[in-house]
């Protein structure tokens, strides 16, 4: 599958060589300065898997985009796309602000970044999904043989499956999480990992996972 990953940071670069490593896919970042140096060194060192190119460029050889911008640039990357309608959107993204007690979320309760993501991307079907745990853990989800757990929120049920198999493939353990207006409720999850690994000393190297009986 041709996967186009917004963004080449902490997150899209580690999607980016998990999905070309685990599962063979080609992935295509993109990014506002394909040739940046940083950039080129990452498409180097995932190999022939992997190319960086425009957004505009890479949302016309794919229907799967993972966006992985900072939340205070989502609007403008989505918005660089073009037309994406009918194309398959995971937002990763999770709206963090920094305020007087530390790192928080700038909006929940009445509306998430998912859903404003899939009101700038127009007839798209957008999924939350990959916000939930800290980017190390993406490459590597399994701890002493347990998987950790990732959401999956989307409110197109005909891809959803399609979209469970992508997260899968990471090695995550994949729970649909229900339609898109979840994600306020996993954007709040996302901010509790954040808020115990940086501020409460849990460091980065944990993950929630589902127990059951
Ligand atoms: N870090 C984590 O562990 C983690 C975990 C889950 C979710 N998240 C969420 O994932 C998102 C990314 O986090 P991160 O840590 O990966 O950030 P990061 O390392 O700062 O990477 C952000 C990437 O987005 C690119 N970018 C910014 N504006 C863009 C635009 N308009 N078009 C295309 N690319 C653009 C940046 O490129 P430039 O070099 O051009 O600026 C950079 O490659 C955030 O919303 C965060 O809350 C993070």
Redesign the pocket.
């Known amino acids: 599958m041709k996967i186009v990953i ?9 999607l980016g060589a998990a999905w070309a490593q685990k599962a063979g896919h080609e992935i295509f ?5 394909p040739a ?1 140096d ?2 080129q060194a990452l498409v180097r060192k995932i190999g022939a898997k992997a190319r960086a190119v425009t ?1 505009a460029e890479a949302a016309a050889s794919s229907d799967v985009i993972v ?8 609007e ?2 989505i918005r ?1 796309l073009g037309n994406i309608s009918g194309k398959i959107v995971l937002d ?5 602000t920094r305020g007087p007690d530390g790192i928080s979320l700038e909006i929940g309760h009445s509306i998430s ?1 998912g859903e404003k993501v899939q009101g700038w991307a127009k007839g798209a079907s957008v999924f939350k999904t ?9 490459a590597d989800p399994v701890f002493h043989g347990v998987k950790s757990v990732i959401f999956v929120a989307g409110d197109d049920a005909t891809n959803k499956p399609k979209v469970i198999d992508l997260v899968a493939a990471l090695g995550f353990d994949v729970v649909d999480a229900g339609p898109l207006r979840n994600a306020r409720m996993l954007e709040a999850h ?1 901010m509790l ?2 808020d115990l690994s940086l501020a409460r000393g849990l460091g ?1 190297d944990w993950a929630f996972a589902r127990v059951k009986r």
Not at 29 to 33: A, L, Q
Not at 67 to 74: F, G
Not at 130 to 138: D, E, Q, S, Y
Request: charged share 10%; aromatic share 8%; hydrophobic share 40%.
């Open positions: 917004i963004g080449a940071g902490n997150v899209g670069g580690t970042f993109g990014v506002r300065d940046a940083k950039t957004p966006l992985t911008t900072p939340w205070p640039q989502a403008a990357a660089s990763a993204t999770n709206p963090l970044a990959l916000n939930t745990t800290g980017f190390g853990n993406m996302a990992w954040i980065r």
